[in-house]
């Protein structure tokens, strides 16, 4: 079964930088969107970022201007560049490749900020 791993979180400072890292366990063809999302303590999860095969992305509003997504579904692997963080962006993020109606979910990776 594929698994979908993360990488990248940890704690860092309001106006620091990390990069998150998602990586398919075994290559998964015909990747048609791919994309990060978060849950916050006592939210409910939201999407963050989404990038399709054509490049299209779309970002949350709240993250707009300092978050990136980045993609190669050659890797079967997509990256999230987030840039001037804020304690609000706190939260378990999880990517989500989807495929031929089917959705891979990685198991989270935690992102703290402190101020």
């Known amino acids: 079964q594929v698994r979908l791993v993360e990488s990248g979180g940890g704690l860092v400072q309001t106006g620091g930088s990390l990069r998150l890292s998602c990586t398919a366990s075994?290559?998964?063809?015909?990747?048609?969107?791919m994309g990060w999302y978060r849950r916050a303590p006592g939210k409910q999860r939201e999407a963050v970022a989404v990038?399709?095969?054509?490049?299209?992305?779309n970002y949350a509003e709240s993250v707009k201007g300092r978050f990136t997504i980045s993609g190669d579904n050659a890797k079967s692997t997509v990256y999230l560049q987030m840039n001037s963080l804020k304690p609000e962006d706190t939260a378990v993020y999880y990517c989500n490749f989807g495929s031929g109606g089917y959705n891979y979910w990685g198991q989270g990776t935690q992102v703290t900020v402190s101020s």
């Open positions: 075994a290559s998964i063809s015909s990747i048609e969107v």
């Open positions: 990038i399709i095969t054509d490049g299209d992305t």
